[in-house]
């Protein structure tokens, strides 16, 4: 069994849908990361986590660690929102463990 | 906005040559990583600096692999004898300055992408 898990792996949505991508783990953590991973490679850190909910903008992610569980939320979505989504859990930075990314894919 | 900044972004190799990835991190950080994603698989966590010494690695990160800051501003990872399995985007990332790099948002490079042939 995978120690992070995302679904789904595949997403495709009109512009303007709310989206919601998840993850789960089986692991202890003291930090949960939403990072993004243009189709060019390139990645970029979103939210880290440890409790709660954080906003950024359209963005929105939660976190329940009791469930082991935390959502990735985007309001009015838009086509440049298209990349993979990634959850990472760890000890900070240190020995992170990565998910499989969540590919969302949004159409005008 | 600070950057990460990674050279070369595309590297060949023969199997068996030694490849030095660069890397500048943002300039007041304190943590350096290195990740490596191979082809069609999730990112992979590498080995982590701090204070002039490696604070974390992963199983992946072998006798074959060696990091080091040469100076204030770069950090290198290099692969002593490259394989055919080294073929992957390799990420340098850095958080900082507070402790524990936990705390912090962290910054990746833009990737280098190796091949092994």
């Known amino acids: 069994k995978n120690e992070v898990e995302q679904s789904p792996q595949n997403l495709t949505a009109q512009e303007g849908e709310f989206i919601t991508i998840n993850c789960s783990y089986s692991?202890?953590?003291?930090?949960l990361h939403w990072l993004q991973q243009h189709p060019g490679g390139g990645i970029v850190s979103l939210f880290m986590?440890?409790?709660g909910k954080k906003k950024h903008g359209r963005l929105i992610a939660t976190i329940n660690i009791q469930e082991k569980h935390s959502s990735l939320h985007i309001t009015a979505s838009h086509p440049r929102d298209s990349a993979v989504y990634i959850c990472?859990?760890?000890?900070?930075?240190?020995?992170?463990?990565f998910g499989p990314g969540t590919s969302l894919s949004v159409i005008p | 906005e600070p950057e990460v900044t990674q050279t070369p972004s595309h590297q060949v190799t023969q199997m068996g040559q030694e490849v030095i990835l660069r890397c500048v991190p943002i300039?007041?950080?304190?943590?350096f990583y290195w990740y490596r994603q191979i082809l069609g698989q999730k990112v992979e966590f590498l080995v982590s600096?701090?204070?002039?010494?490696?604070?974390?690695k992963s199983e992946i990160f072998d006798d074959q692999f060696s990091v080091e800051r040469p100076d204030g501003s770069n950090f290198t990872l290099k692969i002593r004898s490259t394989k055919l399995e080294d073929s992957a985007m390799y990420f340098c990332a850095s958080s900082g300055p507070g402790a524990g790099g936990s705390g912090n948002t962290i910054y990746f490079g833009e990737g280098s992408w190796l091949t092994v042939v």
């Open positions: 990472a859990v760890g000890p900070g930075y240190d020995k992170v463990i």
């Open positions: 692991v202890g953590i003291s930090a």
């Open positions: 300039s007041n950080h304190l943590y």
């Open positions: 600096f701090y204070n002039n010494e490696i604070s974390e």
């Open positions: 986590l440890s409790s």
